[in-house]
């Protein structure tokens, strides 16, 4: 009974919570269907990024290298500045295939991650949920087996500044984007917030 | 014509190709194959670089195939791809000769043993296969004898790399970081190759198979990866060399995919003076 009593509670305080960055959000009627995000959607571009990856205190970096190659089928190469290839892969949309990676680079953990990373990244068309707005943004919700994706698009410009991954209660990744025409992305921050792991992107051309 | 009679005639013109090109694709296995696709192009393209002799069939929609029509639509087409493949072949690579190849060899170590520094601007290409262009960074590379190596890149982004002893030292715009690779054997490896590429004294490694060759510009030296390890990562070096200086010109690097980074100096000067404090963080 006393066991009951706890699950209970626990499960009032489970549901009763909200991410905190959601609190503002109202909900609005859905005008569209879909969103489709611009970043990494155009298959004339090579996306080439100087990345860096801050992972618990240690840093390192290399280039990362994307091409749209078909709907939905985007290469992504990550290599070092020398211009070794330290991992290989392509999705399909929602399938991986993993070209070439390096010893070093592969562990189940780096790889699971990298794969959600992408995959948030660089899906192209979102059939989304629900639609909210806050002061600054529209807010598009695509619920994502029991975790969430949001989708600030800015009042100010209707550039996608960013996409938030998250459960009904924790923030889990957050995509900051940085845009002169909202097309292509100049700046992305990947930042994780259930492990220490950031990584940040800047275009070169 | 008869099909036997092309396919004497296209040995005969491949055969004569084939003795300016080192690597050669086998003529009989190239011919059956026009029995049963209607050729429309043949293409020789001469990679000089990579020094491969690639023969490409575009299939057309008409699936029968008929060797004399195609022989009297596209037999002046295809003498006329031979002959421009010919005229560019006193470009392509050569064979060296075990004399050439000994001087050759003579004259590298020589230069080598003289160079004490070495400051040169490059260029690096990647190339993959899936991308519209390739990614171009530059900088300077600075080589202090026996083994001091400075990557420095300045464009599109400023990152350098030293390589001291069983350490990288790596200043990423302004970020610096040591990375140690004192236990990783393969990077060991890749970093005596870098210095022995630039040195250009790598004739003695046990761990490669050379292939010597030349073309109007160049000595080009291919080396063969045999470790196992190294192979997944890079499958050959291919190293250009100045046919005056006899120093290395170009250095190309490439996987098991054929996607390859090619790195080209200009503007090298030896045996300036440079301080140690430049391979320093």
């Known amino acids: 009974m006393r066991f009951l009593g706890i699950s209970f509670i626990v499960i009032i305080l489970l549901t009763s919570c909200t991410v905190a960055s ?6 609005v009627e859905n005008t569209v269907e879909k969103y489709k995000n611009p970043y990494f959607a155009d298959s004339s571009k090579d996306y080439v990024y100087k990345a860096n990856f801050e992972v618990y205190g240690r840093t390192f970096g290399g280039l990362l290298i994307i091409k749209k190659l078909a709907t939905e089928h985007h290469r992504i190469v990550f290599a070092t500045e020398f211009g070794s290839k330290m991992m290989d892969m ?3 949309n929602d399938v991986f295939t993993i070209n070439f990676i390096a010893d070093d680079l592969n562990k189940k953990i780096v790889i699971n991650t990298l794969k959600k990373d992408f995959k948030i990244l660089l899906q192209e068309e979102i059939r989304f949920d629900k639609t909210y707005q806050n002061t600054e943004a529209t807010i598009f919700q695509l619920v994502d087996n029991k975790r969430f994706n949001y989708y600030y698009v800015s009042k100010k410009n209707q550039q996608l500044v960013r996409i938030l991954h998250a459960s009904k209660s924790k923030e889990k990744i957050i995509f900051n984007f940085e845009s002169k025409d909202g097309k292509m992305a100049e700046n992305i921050i990947i930042d994780h917030k259930n492990i220490k792991l950031k990584i940040k992107l800047k275009r070169i051309d | 014509m008869n099909y036997l009679k092309l396919k004497h005639m296209l040995s005969v013109k491949i055969n004569f190709i084939n003795s300016n090109v080192r ?8 011919i059956p194959k026009i029995r049963d696709k209607s050729v429309s192009r043949i293409e020789f393209s001469d990679k000089t670089v990579l020094d491969t002799f690639s023969v490409s069939f575009h299939e057309t929609k008409n699936t029968r195939t008929d060797v ?7 037999m002046s087409k295809l003498i006329l791809t031979f002959l421009l493949f010919i005229g560019t072949a006193s470009y392509a690579q050569k064979v060296m000769t075990a004399q050439e190849i000994s001087t050759f060899k003579q004259r590298v170590k020589a230069v080598a043993q003289k160079t004490k520094t070495i400051g040169s601007d490059f260029d690096q290409y990647k190339h993959m296969e899936f991308l519209s262009n390739d990614i171009k960074t530059s900088g300077k590379m600075l080589f202090k004898s026996p083994n001091l190596v400075k990557w420095s890149y300045t464009s599109p982004f400023q990152y350098s790399v030293i390589f001291k002893e069983d350490k990288l030292l790596i200043n990423d715009e302004g970020k610096k970081s040591d990375v140690n690779v004192g236990s990783n054997q393969l990077f060991k490896k890749l970093n005596q190759l870098i210095v022995k590429s630039i040195s250009g ?6 761990e490669f198979t050379m292939n010597f060759s030349k073309n109007a510009e160049a000595y080009i030296v291919t080396f063969n990866s045999k470790d196992e390890e190294l192979k997944k990562y890079i499958k050959q070096f291919v190293l250009h060399f100045d046919t005056q200086k006899h120093t290395v010109v170009e250095v190309r690097m490439i996987e098991p995919s054929d996607d390859y980074t090619q790195i080209v100096f200009k503007n090298r000067k030896e045996n300036q003076v440079i301080k140690d404090e430049v391979f320093r963080n």
Do not use: G
Request: aromatic share 16%.
């Open chain 1, 22 to 27: 959601t609190k503002d959000f109202v909900v």
């Open chain 1, 90 to 92: 392509e999705l399909i």
């Open chain 2, 23 to 30: 690597e050669f694709v086998d003529s009989s296995a190239l």
């Open chain 2, 68 to 74: 004399s029509s195609f022989m009297k639509y596209h």
């Open chain 2, 201 to 206: 004294d790598m004739f003695d490694d046990a």
